[in-house]
C-alpha cells in the first residue's frame, strides 16, 4: 500500500543529488566571492590586496575543511536507495547549519563593519566552498563517462 506521503515524494536518481549538491555548494561559493571582489573594487585594490591575499591562503584551508564534509556528503548519498528524495542532497542535520550561516553571512552583511573587512572571510569561505563543491560534479560525470575511441 502506497502512501500520500510517498506517492508525493520528489524522488530523483542519485545523479541528480550529486548536481544539486555541487550548484549549491559551488554556487554560493561563486555568490560570496564575487560579493569579495565587488567590495575589493570598490575599497581600491590598493588597499584591498592584502585583504584579497589573506581571504585566498585561507581558502587553501576552507577549502580541505569542506572536502572532508563533501567526502561524507558523498558517501552518504552513495548508500541511499537507488530514487532518494530530492532533499536528501544534504543530511537533515544539515538544513539547521545552513539556515544558521545564511543567518550570520547576513548579520555580516549589514553589519556596521567596514566591507573590506569581510573581504577575506568571505574569499575564504566562497573559494572554499566553490572548490570543495567541484568534486560533486565530478562524481555527477562518473556514470556518464564514455570508453575513449582507440586510434588505429
Known sequence: MTTVAHRWKP??????????SGLIWSGVGLMLMRWAWTWSSEAGWAEAWPYDLVGLLVA????????????KNLSRIAHLPNQPCLFAFQSWWSYPLVVFMM???LVMKVS???RIWLVGVYLAIGG??????????VRTAEPLQIPMLKES
Do not use: C, H, N, Q
Open 103 to 105: 543567518g550570520l553571512g
Open 11 to 20: 524522488s530523483v536518481p542519485k545523479r541528480w543529488l550529486y548536481l544539486l
Open 128 to 137: 572554499g566552498l566553490f572548490f570543495a563543491g567541484l568534486r560533486y560534479f
Open 112 to 114: 556596521p563593519l567596514p
Open 60 to 71: 587553501i584551508g576552507t577549502t580541505a575543511f569542506f572536502s572532508i564534509m563533501v567526502r
